[in-house]
């Protein structure tokens, strides 16, 4: 039988040449972290060389969308109870009120009709405006802002939800408008969450038409 010979101790590299080696690694990952990793991931890019790959982009709207979820999670919880209330199935028609003058007060819709809602968004700030709709009814959409472009999250949270719960139907980075149909994957509140991020105010106008039992700024 024939046994591996076990190297000599001249054989084995020295001391010196592991420390190179360590230094070496060191200085390639340090590089790494730099020109790909802090771009890619936070948007940091002090070499430049992130934004020549497009990966400064992407960092920065990884951020961006991490900041406006946090925010939304932040919002008061009475807000958060609002938007996840089941709707109303008493089929008793409610008292008049007079209209509201407040653009943050709900608006009750039968389906087919139709509405427009508008929300001013000071540097920094966000609003979210939520529908009630039944599993697999559609709504109509058009969103556009003026004074400047949006980050926004098209979401749904259904009754009684579950915590840390998340459904998505689309978001996006400095955007000015959108449209579409939007289906309600269950029964609940979906709508849009629109954040400002520029440095002057914006306006965004939201117009829905389809079968909805009530739209309502949450936030």
Do not use: C
């Amino acid at each position: 039988m024939y046994n591996t010979d076990i190297p000599t101790r001249a054989e084995l590299p020295s001391t010196a040449r592991l420390l190179r080696s360590t230094v070496i690694a060191i200085l390639v990952a340090a590089v790494l972290l730099v020109t790909t990793i802090l771009p890619a991931e936070y948007g940091i890019d002090p070499t430049g060389i992130g934004g020549a790959l497009g990966l400064t982009e992407m960092g920065e709207i990884k951020q961006s969308l991490a900041a406006d979820a946090a925010a939304e999670k932040a919002a008061p919880p009475a807000a958060k109870v609002q938007a996840a209330a089941p709707p109303a199935t008493s089929t008793e028609k409610p008292a008049a009120t007079p209209a509201p003058a407040d653009e943050a007060t709900a608006k009750k819709a039968a389906p087919g009709q139709q509405h427009t809602m508008t929300v001013r968004l000071k540097p920094g700030q966000g609003a979210e405006i939520k529908l009630t709709m039944r599993k697999d009814a559609a709504v109509r959409y058009e969103w556009s802002t003026e004074g400047g472009a949006v980050n926004y999250d098209t979401h749904g949270d259904p009754v009684n939800a579950p915590k840390n719960f998340y459904h998505g139907y689309g978001k996006g980075r400095n955007t000015a408008s959108d449209s579409g149909t939007l289906k309600a994957a269950f029964d609940g509140t979906h709508g849009w969450f629109w954040r400002n991020r520029s440095n002057t105010e914006v306006t965004v106008t939201l117009k829905t038409s389809g079968d909805y039992q009530q739209i309502k700024r949450v936030l």
